[in-house]
């Protein structure tokens, strides 16, 4: 037994008289448990003195050390791209700003969750930086949001400089992992109390430019053709930070259809678009919980409960649309059916509502429901108008993909007629006089859902202090064997 008195965030082990009331085992646990959080604590620091330099080196010595960090960019470049610098050290700033607070915050679990919100918007950011990094994105952006810049960056010779932020947000993606596992480690001490790790099977389908009823776009469900819900699956892990908030992150699978002939609206029937995309997802979101029953039936064993969330994230998915045509399937994307080879890989942000039971303190099964709001309108490769086939890809099967009125039977394309007279001159590209005609909504971004049941299992592993007293999993329980002292 070990004669000390220790306190620790407000639990005190020991007592004031001096009695022995700590045994090894418990103070092995609580210098165990200190260390871990001394290595919270230097890992917050170094990740908040990284961003403070590069708050530094972008808003204050960009034209000056800036050159001497890049010396592959010419000087005067750095002098036109300071606003553009100043910018991205400003949002450094504020994360550096957010992890130098948790570590100030005298209450651990305040300080925990402050601390995993801003790893977490440093996670984010890479991911976000990772998925989106390419020329056409910047470009819109300085566009969008600065005018000097832009025409500083389209003088000859500019473009090099814009080569290191491009490659700063490239790396980003290589370092994302990285950063995860390490922002985990330093919390490993309670991980075993507070994961579960699983898996779910359900549903999916999408909101896009193919489905809906007679009216041209209604948001939600009402668009949505039920006949063309096919398989979903997830595979999934789940931090507990307190009572109120888990960080979910999972690898999602979806498959998604869609067809014109499907719709009772005149404009789709008769343009006569169809195609399947099988949707892989990699994101993370943060899950706050609004209710909560602790003992389901009242047992007072509090084994089994209740509790409903709402969650929001962000990610990223894989897509590669495909049509049908002759016994084949035909990958939209290189056809270039409007004339745009769109990106494979996009950004989208998940959106959530579900609930679980916990079964015993191990077993959890639940329903989710997740809606995704994406960055493209690719998703059924239908965004814009037709275009002249010239502009398509070389393949012969762009053009025959990219106008499919022509496949209607004539009972069909009289039947649209007659209620719409001329509507079969609105396929296909343009007018004698130049005019363009529509084969997308380009004004909306596709969109797809998922509802699943979960199972998960919690990882509630024991203590030091349990094991040393009836064993572990493999080695079984240790029974120490009664002395008894002879008495004569």
């Known amino acids: 037994m070990a004669d000390v008195k220790i306190a620790i965030y407000g639990y005190s082990y020991g007592s004031a008289t001096g009695r022995p009331n700590v045994t090894n085992k418990q103070l092995e646990d609580i210098q165990l448990t200190l260390l871990m959080k001394i290595l919270a604590a230097v890992f917050v620091g170094l990740v908040a003195a990284e961003h403070i330099y590069i708050l530094w080196l972008e808003m204050f010595a960009w034209t000056t050390r800036g050159p001497k960090a890049f ?141 809906g009823k007679e009216l041209t776009r209604r948001d939600f469900v009402v668009d949505m053709k039920l006949n063309q819900t096919r398989s979903a699956a997830s595979v999934f892990g789940r931090y507990k930070i307190n009572q109120f908030f888990s960080v979910k992150g999972q690898f999602a699978y979806g498959a998604i259809r869609g067809a014109d002939s499907l719709s009772t609206n005149p404009g789709r029937v008769g343009r006569n678009l169809s195609f399947k995309n099988n949707v892989f997802e990699l994101a993370a979101q943060c899950q706050f919980f609004f209710y909560e029953v602790n003992d389901l039936g009242r047992t007072y064993r509090y084994k089994d409960n209740f509790r409903a969330y709402i969650g929001l994230g962000a990610g990223g998915f894989y897509h590669n649309p495909k049509a049908y045509y002759q016994g084949t399937w035909y990958t939209l994307r290189p056809l270039m059916t409007e004339g745009y080879a769109y990106k494979k890989v996009v950004f989208d942000i998940p959106a959530s509502a579900g609930f679980y039971f916990t079964i015993n303190k191990r077993h959890r099964v639940g329903w989710d429901l997740t809606w995704r709001t994406t960055f493209t309108d690719y998703i059924d490769d239908a965004h814009g108008t037709y275009v002249d086939p010239s502009q398509m890809g070389a393949d012969p099967m762009a053009a025959v993909l990219a106008d499919r009125h022509g496949e209607l039977s004539p009972s069909t394309i009289a039947s649209l007629e007659s209620g719409n007279p001329g509507i079969s001159g609105s396929y296909g590209w343009g007018y004698a006089d130049g005019r363009v005609n529509k084969r997308g909504d380009a004004d909306h971004n596709d969109s797809w859902i998922t509802t699943n049941v979960e199972y998960s299992y919690v990882l509630r592993g024991k203590s030091s202090i349990y094991r040393s007293k009836y064993g572990s999993l493999f080695k079984g329980k240790k029974y120490k064997r009664r002395k008894v002292r002879a008495k004569f």
């Not at 996670?123 to 600065?146: C, L, N, P, Q, R």
């Not at 922002?183 to 699983?198: C, E, H, N, T, V």
Request: glycine share 12%.
């Open 71 to 211: 010396r592959k960019f010419p000087k005067e470049l750095f002098a036109q791209t300071t606003a553009l610098a100043a910018n991205q050290g400003l949002y450094n700033g504020f994360l550096s700003a957010g992890l130098i607070w948790s570590l100030l915050i005298t209450d651990p679990a305040w300080s925990l969750n402050v601390a995993c919100f801003f790893l977490g918007c440093v996670i984010v950011a890479g991911i976000y930086g990772g998925f989106t990094a390419s020329k056409s994105f910047f470009w819109g952006w300085f566009h969008s949001h600065s005018g000097d810049i832009f025409s500083g960056f389209r003088r000859p010779g500019n473009r090099l400089i814009f080569r290191y932020f491009f490659c700063r947000f490239v790396a980003m993606r290589k370092s994302v992992l990285l950063i995860a596992v390490l922002a985990a480690l330093p919390f490993a001490s309670k991980a075993q109390y507070l994961w579960d790790i699983g898996g779910s099977v359900g549903v999916a389908n999408y909101l896009g430019e193919m489905g």
